[in-house]
């Protein structure tokens, strides 16, 4: 400066001697300096003689006075100034006592400028929170900017969110609204990961009012987005619709594919197509999650639709979106399309990943489409590519379906050979083919090699053993279980019944006994049901050797019927009882609840091994016993003075004559001895019984006419007819024995021991042609 001139920021207590002061006098009054002040040069000569620059009050005044010119402080001084007492002192005390000394009155510019300068956080900190007590103080939203963007430097967050509150409380009590700092803050904490501290900050923001630019929407969805919260994100952009901010280009590329990978597709696709209406340009990210969302989905068209716009709009697709489109085809069963993006993904460069190789083979193997699996599997192989036991396993569980014996052993080979462990799965369909194709060496050699690997066989065996027997191949059968038991592998009962009861069915009675003899031994119980089926074949067996095997096979089974049948044939002297007391001894201890079905079953058909045999009062005795129980609750009805009725539908031909001859007794015993008559008698025996029935009693000339299903008469031709000695005959039981019944129409006579099964075919009379 020029000798005349001072620097404002010259102190007088330190004035040197070339100045002399004639009436040196400091005063902090609106005045100047109290006498002049002359200037010497270095001989003592006067250079200049003046009024003294003025002492200046520190934070008052905004100027230094210059000879008797108020001249103002330099902008850049007064930063420079408090740049200088800041970087020294930093903060506390110390700086805020120096602040107060600056001999000039700052301004929020200069606090402003001074913090950019200064880029320390605690220090800027210390100057605004210094310069918010001040009087001169103004809300600034420049300078709350500076320090979080200092402090989001530092990364201290949690001076941020302190900040943050201080700000809203200055701008709430000030009635102004900062919009730079407060978006500011929240994009900070956004892009920190802040998740809820952003989102309150966010939430305070539009509680007062404060306009939120999309910069800010978009940092706070991103952040959601990231965090798996998608629906936090939708949240924020209906907000920033309600707001009427429109999205920009960004904004679009972050919020369709997140609507589109969280499920929301019409939402996605509505505003994938206003971002082309309001000529933005999608990118290949939103192409990309729109086509794979639509595939996944099953929205094939729309998925090919927009894969063919990206096409058109110069987009090359990625392995991804490949992958994506021919999984979503080959899922929807469009094996056409997926083999046809599958030629392109490799004419477009790409090489199927093993994933795809593995997925394409199964969904073609899985819709039968061999030939193709086949040939992509081969395609696999030359790729380098090991497939995986669950690839091995589709296909050959698909060729074993078909019944393709050779490529399915050819392929289990190969797996075997390639060292990798067929699963359960895959045992379980080979050896289902080989059974269905009778190869029982070969079934057998899997079988032991699935032990060597580990599993369990026993289960499987019995499969196999069921498959043959559910296919009558009892011979088959009988030679699997042997080598089930030569191996020590065991089977469960049921199998061993059901290969029991086809033995039966076939014959086999020499085998069928030690299948039985083993089920009683393995504590299996045999029930009424099947005690009474094995007494149905005696009931049919024409040929005595079978009979011996058959009433073997009854005393293997070790039921209780089986010694109450024995009992009936013996005389009463064994017994120790009458035989009707034994009968209703035997039904006593039957539990009805559980076993009614079999009971009626057992009835029909001991009913009918009973006539046969020619031991009519015994079979008497059983049916009445069986009444009692109420077997067949349904069967005798009386209708008062109307009707009496028998219906015999539900019985066995045996049962049938029996319940007919005891019943006509009891209504004969009724209309005589008690005097009452009915006005007419139904025998329902329906078509099956009908000629049975009535060649039976027209042997003793009944008055009871024949229709489709019923005899009837009239209750008066009845008791006439009841009052004739040859029907009293044939209702005491008078029946002829087993000689005059013909062995050789068994077979015609009761044509099964299942009442539901009949012959349409007449019997032979059970009545001698005389009459009785």
Known sequence: MGAHQISPFFDVSKTPNFIRNSSFIRSYCSGGWTGDIDYLDESGSVIYSGKGVRSVEPGLDDHVMVGGLRKPIMNASAVAKIVEVVKRWKWGPELET??????????????????????????????????????????????????????????????????????????????????????????????????????????????????????????????????????????????MQAAGCLLDGSTYELIIPSLAKSGRLDAAFKLFQEMKERKFKPGFSIFASLVDSMGKAGRLDTSMKIYMEMLGSGHRPSATMFVSLIDSYAKAGKLDTALQLWEEMKKAGFRPNFGLYTMIIESHAKSGKLETATSIFKEMEKAGFLPTPSTYSCLLEMHAASGQVDSAMKLYNSMINAGLRPGLSTYTALLTLLANKKLVDVAAKILLEMKSMGYSIDVSASDVLMVYVKDGSVDLALRWLSFMGSSGIRTNNFIVRQLFESCMKNGLY??????????????????????????????????????????????????????????????????????????????????????????????????????????????????????????????????????????????????????????????????????????????????????????????????????????????????????????????????????????????????SSAPEIRSMAPPKPLIAGKGI
């Open 510 to 751: 020499e085998s069928a006994k030690p299948l039985l003899e083993n089920y009683v031994n393995a504590a299996a119980k045999v029930d009424l049901v099947l005690y009474t089926s094995i007494l149905a074949y005696l009931v049919r067996c024409q040929e005595e050797q079978d009979e011996r095997h058959l009433m073997a096979i009854l005393g293997a089974t070790k039921h209780k019927a089986h010694a109450f049948l024995c009992g009936l044939f013996t005389g009463p002297e064994q017994r120790k009882q009458p035989v009707l007391s034994f009968v209703r001894e035997f039904f006593q201890g039957i539990d009805y609840e559980l076993e009614e079905g079999a009971a009626r079953y057992f009835v029909n058909v001991l009913l009918n091994y009973l006539v046969l045999m020619g031991q009519i009062n015994r079979a008497r005795c059983v049916w009445k016993v069986a009444y009692e129980n109420k077997l067949f609750p349904k069967a005798i009805v009386f209708d008062q003075h109307i009707a009496w009725s028998l219906d015999v539908r539900n019985l066995s031909v045996g049962a049938a004559l029996i319940a007919v001859v005891h019943t006509l007794h009891r209504f004969r015993k009724r209309m005589l001895y008690y005097g009452v008559i009915p006005r007419r008698i139904k025998l329902v025996t329906g078509p099956t019984l009908k000629i049975v029935v009535a060649q039976m009693l027209s042997s003793v000339e009944s008055p009871f006419e024949v229709s489709k299903v019923v005899l009837r008469a009239t209750g008066d031709s009845v008791m006439e007819w009841f009052k004739k000695p040859i029907v009293q005959q044939f209702l005491l039981n008078e029946i002829p024995s087993r000689a005059d019944i013909l062995m050789h129409k068994l077979n015609i006579l009761f044509p």
């Open 98 to 239: 120096q602040l107060d000394k600056i001999q000039f009155t700052p301004n929020m510019t200069h606090i402003t400028q001074a913090m950019k300068v200064v880029k320390e956080s605690d220090a800027s900190l210390s100057l605004f929170r210094w310069a918010k007590r001040q009087s001169w103080y103004v809300l600034s939203d420049e300078c709350y900017e500076i320090l979080f963007d200092g402090l989001n430097q530092s990364r201290d967050f949690d001076a941020v969110q302190s900040l943050f509150e201080e700000l809203v409380q200055e701008s709430s009590g000030n009635g102004a609204s900062l919009f730079s700092a407060y978006n500011r803050v929240i994009q900070y904490l956004a892009k920190a990961e802040k998740l809820e501290v952003s989102f309150c900050c966010f939430k305070k923001a539009q509680d007062y009012s404060c306009k939120i630019d999309t910069q800010t929407y978009n940092d706070l969805m991103m952040l959601f987005l990231n965090k798996s919260l998608p629906y936090k994100a939708f949240e924020i952009y209906e907000s």
